[in-house]
């Protein structure tokens, strides 16, 4: 029996590279080159599968001009780069790889929050620039997490470990979500209080964007929500870049009328607003909130697992689609 046809669109671990080779013929691009829509188009022609990453944009266009293609595995939780309804009315499986990243996606929600509010990369900075010359009790003073209010928006499976993890902190958790969880999920996620985004923005000292991307969520937080927090509070990250307005945040951010920022994620990645680096009070980073070895690695496998099902007739563990 000849096995179907797979692109494997981005660089991959070469041992689940090996896996999907047992199972498909497979083109793969370990150069990691960032094809076009144009050249995805051409590279999925005669392509049965996909397993791709967020930088792949599986749209109407594509699907049209892939009549063969039967399903597209996202290596990633978040899939804003798939149009599911399109995929829908193409019979197209889409998968993601949700759960296997949560926990390690919290503890860098945590870093890049605790490095945000203590401006650890700045004071880093200002030391290797050598300007280091005594100790004052002004330096690098910011606000303290521990005791604090702690404000998640987005209370998915992410948003809920970042809320567990408080609990050793001794903050208050306010959360703000589609809808709200049951009690005994808020109970877990350190009581969590469900409020208003706007009462969330007014009475947080550190607020996390958990939540996926859509036309619903894009800039979620715009100037008149960045007017609502604290000239103290922080606000990071890790989410998608789409969700804040950036030319309201680098206003917020240099007029001070919040302390500072933690980003992960940019509306056009890996562009980024050039402003964000002449500021001192945001912390900057590459979209590496699951990059632990472990993690990547479950999700590749993960994407893999939903690839070989799918494309052998079975359902998908993480079908996004019906
Ligand atoms: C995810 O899984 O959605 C991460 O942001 C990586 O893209």
């Not at 990691?32 to 930088?55: C, F, M, N, P, V």
């Amino acid at each position: 029996m000849t096995k179907p046809h797979i692109l494997v669109a981005r660089a991959i671990f070469p041992e689940v590279l090996a896996r999907l080779a047992e199972h498909f013929e497979v083109e793969s691009n370990q150069e990691d080159e960032i094809y076009s829509q144009q050249q995805l188009t051409g590279r999925l022609q005669g392509k049965q599968g996909a397993l791709i990453t967020g930088s792949a944009r599986i749209n109407e266009q594509v699907l049209a001009a892939v009549p063969g293609l039967r399903m597209v595995a996202n290596m990633a939780v978040g899939y804003d780069n798939i149009d599911t309804a399109a995929c829908e009315r193409f019979q197209v499986l889409a998968s993601n790889t949700p759960d296997v990243l949560n926990e390690t996606t919290a503890d860098f929600g945590w870093a890049l929050m605790m490095a945000t509010a203590r401006r650890i990369t700045e004071a880093e900075h200002w030391l290797r620039a050598g300007k280091w010359t005594k100790w004052r009790y002004d330096s690098f003073i910011g606000p303290d997490l521990h005791g604090s209010t702690l404000g998640i928006i987005g209370m998915g499976r992410i948003g809920q470990a970042i809320a567990r993890r408080s609990t050793g902190f001794n903050m208050q958790v306010l959360y703000h979500n589609r809808s709200r969880l049951a009690p005994e999920l808020e109970q877990a996620a350190n009581q969590a209080q469900f409020v208003s985004k706007e009462q969330l923005l007014r009475e947080s000292d550190h607020v996390i964007l958990v939540l996926p991307y859509s036309a619903a969520t894009h800039h979620t937080i715009a100037g008149a929500e960045l007017a609502l927090m604290k000239p103290t509070a922080t606000l990071t990250n890790i989410a998608r870049g789409g969700i804040v307005d950036d030319q309201a945040l680098i206003h917020a951010l240099r007029n001070k009328t919040i302390a500072a920022a933690g980003l992960d994620v940019f509306e056009n990645e890996p562009a980024l607003h050039p402003d964000f680096l002449g500021l001192t009070n945001v912390v900057l980073t590459p979209h590496i909130a699951s990059a632990s070895e472990k993690t990547r690695l479950a999700m590749a496998n993960c994407a893999a697992d939903n690839l070989i099902a799918g494309l052998s007739g079975q359902r998908p563990p993480n079908l996004l689609t019906s």
